[in-house]
């Protein structure tokens, strides 16, 4: 039915049949908005979004600007979620296993029966080859009690002198943990992001009773004791050419509250060496912050508009490299 502007007819029934006509046009356009709109938003997912996350070719209901109607029958019924999410296999897949890892070999051979030949010969079949299926497997980690054991010797009746031979220094004195414990337990903190009442849980799956506490109490000791390191690793980062800082907040658990302390990164690169990364927490977002960590530096400083940094740039030797600019 095709209306001409400003031209009804005076027919009531006639009315009837146009009203009823508009009402389902509304209807069928109503739909297909809807069904446009959830397709634009899973196009912004899909753009702006996680790159894993693909759109369905399946969704897409022809041309955004088409003039082809589509009917309330046709059009799909919009969907709560229609992002696909998988990942396509690398060109070598799981096969991608390196080769320096140890190989165990599980050898499986045809009893003495099966190695009849199966024609009935009377023959024996022969080895002619092998097949080889590769597939990752892991030893779940092996805790173990180490002791040193030190000699105690003694002299003649006269000197009763006893000496026992020494130790190498440990990371704690008289500590329960070994070197490898604590670099475990620093590795799964600061690196896979797993808390201590989780370690201490883990432990306890063995047998092992070692509190969050005194989980926390080892990684302060260490901490300590890379303290030179760190130390070290600041005058490498202070000579590279060019550095680049953030900060971010942190919560930091207090006496019945949390508190908001501050984490500073700063990046030195653009030499020959590796790039230096050194982590400084600070309570606050105090100017005198940067300032105290960067007041030797000479070099470029590429860093967001923060305003503890313009002192920086009036006192020091140092050149401003707004944040964007590459």
């Known amino acids: 039915m095709e209306l001409v502007q400003n031209t009804l007819p ?35 997912r899909g753009q702006y979004g996680r790159k894993s ?35 396509k296999k ?5 096969r991608n296993i390196p080769s320096d890892l140890p190989r165990v070999r599980i050898e499986y051979k045809l009893s003495e029966e099966e190695l009849d030949c199966p024609c009935g010969c009377g023959k024996k079949l022969h080895k002619i080859g092998e097949v080889i299926t590769e597939q990752l497997e892991i030893v779940p980690a092996r805790i ?7 000699f105690k010797y003694a002299g003649c009746v006269n000197e009763a002198k006893v000496l026992t031979a020494p130790m190498p220094n440990q990371p704690i004195d008289k500590g329960l943990a070994g070197p490898g414990l604590l670099a475990d337990v620093i590795v799964n ?6 808390p201590l009442n989780r370690q201490s ?33 600041r005058e490498d980062l202070l000579s590279f050419p060019k550095i680049h800082t953030d900060d971010t907040k942190v919560p930091i658990q207090a006496e019945n509250k949390t508190k908001e302390g501050r984490l500073w990164i700063y990046l030195g690169c653009g030499s020959q060496a590796p790039p ?10 105090k100017q005198k912050w940067a300032l105290e960590f960067l007041q030797k530096y000479k070099g470029y400083l590429q860093a967001d508009a923060y305003q503890g940094y313009d002192k920086l740039y009036e006192l020091c030797e140092i050149i401003e490299v707004a944040c964007m600019a590459h």
Not at 189 to 194: C, Q, V
């Open 276 to 285: 230096t990364a050194v982590y400084d927490y600070t309570p606050d977002r």
């Open 201 to 233: 849980e883990r432990l306890a799956r063995s047998g092992i009773d070692i509190s969050r506490k005194t989980l926390c109490d080892w990684v302060m000791r260490c901490a300590d004791l890379l303290d030179p390191i760190v130390k070290v690793m």
């Open 53 to 87: 996350e693909k759109l369905s070719d399946e969704y897409f209901v022809g041309d955004l600007f088409s003039k082809e109607e589509i009917s309330p029958k046709e059009a799909p019924e919009p969907e709560t979620e229609q992002i696909s999410y998988t990942r």
């Open 144 to 150: 173990y009690v180490k002791q040193h054991v030190r």
């Open 189 to 194: 903190k600061y690196d896979d992001h797993l």
């Open 10 to 44: 005076t027919n009531v029934q006639e009315l009837h049949k146009i009203i009823i006509f508009l009402q389902e046009k509304n209807k069928t356009l109503s739909e297909q908005y809807a069904n446009l709109q959830h397709q634009v938003l899973n196009l912004i």
């Open 90 to 94: 690398g060109r070598n897949g799981h």
